[in-house]
């Protein structure tokens, strides 16, 4: 706000980052964004509320401990339904294993010679 037309660069240990890191980085971050939502929004649509369907899934994708609401830390996943399940399922395999492994078991060209 200081100096609005100033051009900043990225910089890491005083070296600047190059475009293709910030590249990486940020359409990292954009697929676990877009899987973080579209499974909550798919655990929202079996009936989950939304701080359950956010924070478990945020739990499971994070490996951090117990989630909000139906899946707090004074209740368990009991209440949830079985498909949303599975979806949680997947989604810890996807925050345990990385995104990219996950997607790479899942490519056509990964199991070709």
């Known amino acids: 706000m200081l100096r609005p037309r100033a051009i900043m660069h ?3 240990s005083g070296k600047p980052v ?4 910030i590249t990486n980085t ?3 971050i ?5 899987i973080f939502g579209v499974f909550s929004l798919i655990l929202t649509l ?28 004074t209740r368990n996943y009991h209440e949830i339904a ?3 399940k599975w ?13 990219y492994t ?3 078991i899942f490519l056509p060209l990964t199991w070709k010679k």
Do not use: Q, W
């Not at 954009?30 to 877009?34: D, W």
């Not at 079996?46 to 830390?73: E, H, I, Q």
């Open 18 to 21: 190059g475009e293709d890191i």
């Open 26 to 28: 940020l359409g990292f």
């Open 10 to 12: 990225v910089k890491l």
């Open 46 to 73: 079996f009936g989950t509320d939304l701080v359950t369907s956010f924070s478990a899934v945020a739990s499971m994708m994070s490996n951090v401990g117990p989630a909000l609401a139906d899946a707090g830390a």
């Open 102 to 104: 996950v997607i790479l």
């Open 30 to 34: 954009v697929i676990h964004l877009g």
């Open 87 to 99: 979806v949680l399922t997947l989604s810890m395999l996807i925050g345990r294993l990385e995104i």
């Open 82 to 84: 079985y498909p949303c």
